[in-house]
């Protein structure tokens, strides 16, 4: 099951966004079964969470995106788990991943090892194959 990351839901949510476009085919592909098996780790909400927060979103901002997320027909979910926090460790060490992107390459790597995402990093880490948005609507 490919795993969604955080660029895609905030461009998805930002209307002046250059992947606002993009976001809004995939999340629609998904939604229409056009897109199958995909799914957005629990990482990336948290994450997504804290960006809002820090801008000064409210919590019912926040609370609210997030289950208009949970609510898009066929959008799965990659619970966080021990086994993720300790797999993002060692991409961290191996790859220099940032703290958010170890937690969503482990998400990736412990179901379909896929990855969409516009972050070129992931494609540094050998284990995970990384597809860029852009190039799923043109499928």
Not at 14 to 22: A, F, G, P, V, Y
């Amino acid at each position: 099951m490919p795993v969604i990351e955080l660029d895609i839901l905030i461009a998805f949510v930002n209307r002046i966004d250059k992947l606002h476009s993009t976001a809004s085919r995939i999340f629609d592909s998904i939604a229409s079964g056009r897109l199958s098996n995909i799914a957005v780790p629990t990482s990336a909400y948290v994450e997504y969470e804290l960006v809002l927060r820090s801008r000064g979103y409210s919590e019912d901002t926040v609370s609210s995106d997030i289950h208009a997320f949970r609510s898009i027909r066929n959008l799965g979910e990659v619970p966080l788990t021990s086994r993720i926090i300790v797999e993002a460790s060692k991409l961290r060490v191996r790859y220099g991943l940032t703290y958010f992107d170890s937690l969503h390459a482990a998400s990736a790597l412990n179901h379909d090892k896929t990855i969409i995402s516009t972050d070129k990093i992931y494609r540094e880490v050998k284990e995970l194959r990384a597809i860029d948005p852009r190039e799923l609507v043109d499928m």
